[in-house]
């Protein structure tokens, strides 16, 4: 909480998956909550556990990433209520089919650059004026582990979310001496129905066991108290990006050993809607 009573925190992305449960855990601060995501169903499912929990209604605009009204709108509403925002959860994202590169439609290349790339990097544009109201303000960007690490038939869910890394490190860099930090978190393999959605099949590449949105909420939560840089999360994840950044002929050896592509039964080629989930 700031100095001023609980904070303001903005999550995107927040009728499930990562964001839901990152959204409770702000809750259970007696933060103040603003949530937004595509499905509204989902949305006032997650404000309802929030007020029980806070005791606080949060606000709930419905909208989506890639649309610049919705996000205007967005930081109108927040103005409106509150004059600031102390913490942005920048997390709506999707995934695509694990498939070889040119196997990927148009479409869905282009949606997941939109929503995973380029809907981010718009958020935190119509944002950041906000963020600066606040006298400590943190910017969190929900990467993956494969921001600092690559594999095969991910290419442009790879893409984008290097992109996002390189989007934050800058961004830091430009904010340094400013009242907003920035912050990437790098979730490993997250149970939620990120995989379901994008028709990716989260086996492709062995039985890694993956964690909980709960464990990576509280991930969150506990970079943003302490100041936190960056975080990767799983031990499968750190351990694969270190060795991708000293050994990166190892990583290639092992990865390019173990990978194949991974076509679930009845995956289509045509991409579901954007999601804001975040099983990374």
Same mark, same amino acid.
């Given at each position: 909480?700031t100095?001023r @009573?609980?904070? %303001?925190? %903005?999550?995107?992305?927040?009728?499930?998956?990562?964001?839901?449960?990152?959204?409770?855990?702000?809750?259970?601060?007696?933060?103040?909550l603003v949530l937004?995501?595509?499905?509204?169903?989902?949305l006032?499912?997650?404000?309802?556990?929030?007020?029980?929990?806070?005791?606080?209604?949060?606000? #709930?605009?419905?909208g989506?990433?890639?649309?610049?009204?919705?996000?205007?709108?967005?930081?109108?509403?927040c103005?409106?209520?509150? @004059?600031?925002?102390?913490?942005?959860?920048? *997390?709506?994202?999707?995934?695509h =089919? *694990?498939?070889?590169?040119?196997?990927?439609t148009?479409?869905?290349? $282009?949606? /997941?650059?939109r #929503? *995973?790339?380029?809907?981010?990097i718009?958020?935190?544009r119509?944002?950041?004026p906000?963020?600066?109201m606040?006298?400590?303000?943190?910017?969190?960007n %929900? @990467?993956? %582990?494969?921001?600092?690490?690559?594999?095969?038939?991910?290419?442009?869910?790879?893409?984008? +979310?290097?992109?996002?890394?390189?989007?934050? $490190?800058?961004?830091?860099?430009?904010? =340094?001496g400013?009242?907003?930090?920035?912050?990437l #978190?790098?979730?490993?393999?997250?149970?939620?129905?990120?995989?379901?959605t994008a028709n990716?099949?989260? +086996?492709?590449?062995?039985?890694?066991?993956?964690?909980?949105?709960?464990?990576?909420?509280?991930?969150? #939560?506990r970079?943003v108290?302490?100041?936190s840089?960056?975080?990767?999360?799983?031990?499968?994840?750190?351990l @694969?990006?270190? /060795? *991708?950044?000293?050994?990166?002929w190892?990583?290639?050896?092992?990865?390019?050993?173990q990978?194949k =592509?991974?076509?679930?039964?009845?995956?289509?080629?045509?991409?579901a809607?954007?999601?804001?989930?975040?099983?990374?």
């Amino acid at each position: 909480m700031t100095s001023r @009573g609980p904070r %303001v925190v %903005v999550v995107t992305g927040a009728s499930s998956g990562i964001g839901r449960e990152t959204a409770l855990a702000f809750a259970r601060r007696g933060d103040e909550l603003v949530l937004f995501a595509r499905r509204e169903a989902g949305l006032r499912q997650t404000a309802t556990a929030c007020e029980a929990m806070s005791g606080q209604a949060p606000l #709930v605009v419905v909208g989506d990433v890639v649309r610049q009204e919705d996000l205007d709108r967005l930081a109108a509403e927040c103005r409106a209520r509150f @004059g600031r925002i102390d913490v942005l959860v920048n *997390n709506a994202g999707r995934g695509h =089919r *694990n498939v070889p590169f040119d196997e990927l439609t148009d479409p869905e290349i $282009d949606d /997941v650059i939109r #929503v *995973n790339l380029t809907g981010a990097i718009r958020c935190v544009r119509a944002l950041l004026p906000l963020l600066r109201m606040s006298p400590g303000a943190t910017l969190v960007n %929900v @990467g993956s %582990v494969l921001s600092r690490t690559t594999l095969p038939y991910y290419t442009i869910y790879c893409a984008t +979310k290097y992109g996002l890394a390189g989007f934050t $490190d800058s961004l830091r860099f430009e904010l =340094r001496g400013s009242s907003v930090r920035v912050m990437l #978190v790098n979730p490993g393999h997250t149970t939620t129905e990120f995989f379901d959605t994008a028709n990716m099949d989260p +086996k492709a590449f062995g039985p890694v066991r993956g964690v909980g949105p709960d464990t990576v909420a509280s991930a969150i #939560v506990r970079g943003v108290d302490r100041g936190s840089r960056e975080i990767a999360l799983t031990g499968w994840g750190r351990l @694969g990006i270190a /060795v *991708n950044r000293f050994a990166p002929w190892l990583y290639r050896a092992v990865i390019g050993g173990q990978a194949k =592509r991974g076509n679930p039964p009845g995956a289509t080629a045509n991409p579901a809607p954007p999601s804001a989930t975040g099983g990374r």
